[in-house]
């Protein structure tokens, strides 16, 4: 059974930083290309980042990317998400996202974790 758990939410005050963390069990994490997505209240489901199956490469939204690092460890099956000078408006659920190696790097993605709550407070 495939299962992504994130971990690592919470409640921080603007300008801090927090780092998100996703398991994945039930996989080959090594041959998956991934991916951080979030859904803020009332809204759709964005894409933020990604990252290739070997972590050579990278792909940040753009209105993001200077205050994100998305990283993985292929020993620890565990991807992870750096977020730094956080605001209100990045409250939301965050989810990861595993698919196939290739294809678009927006995906889609095949399997999603549950989600974990970050709410930045002003």
């Known amino acids: 059974q495939v299962r992504l758990e994130e971990s690592g939410g919470g409640l921080v005050q603007a300008g801090g930083s927090l780092r998100l963390s996703c398991t994945v069990t039930?996989?080959?994490?090594?041959?998956?290309?991934m991916a951080w997505f979030r859904q803020a209240p009332g809204k759709e489901r964005t894409f933020i980042a990604s990252i290739n199956w070997s972590g050579s490469s990278t792909y940040y939204t753009e209105s993001m990317k200077e205050r994100l690092v998305i990283s993985r460890d292929n020993a620890k099956s565990t991807l992870y998400l750096q977020m730094n000078q956080l605001k209100p408006e990045d409250t939301a659920v965050y989810y990861c996202?595993?698919?196939?190696?290739?294809?678009?790097?927006?995906?889609?993605?095949?399997?999603w974790g549950q989600g974990t709550q970050v709410t930045v407070s002003s």
């Open positions: 039930g996989r080959t994490f090594s041959t998956d290309d």
């Open positions: 996202a595993a698919k196939p190696l290739g294809g678009a790097t927006l995906g889609p993605y095949d399997y």
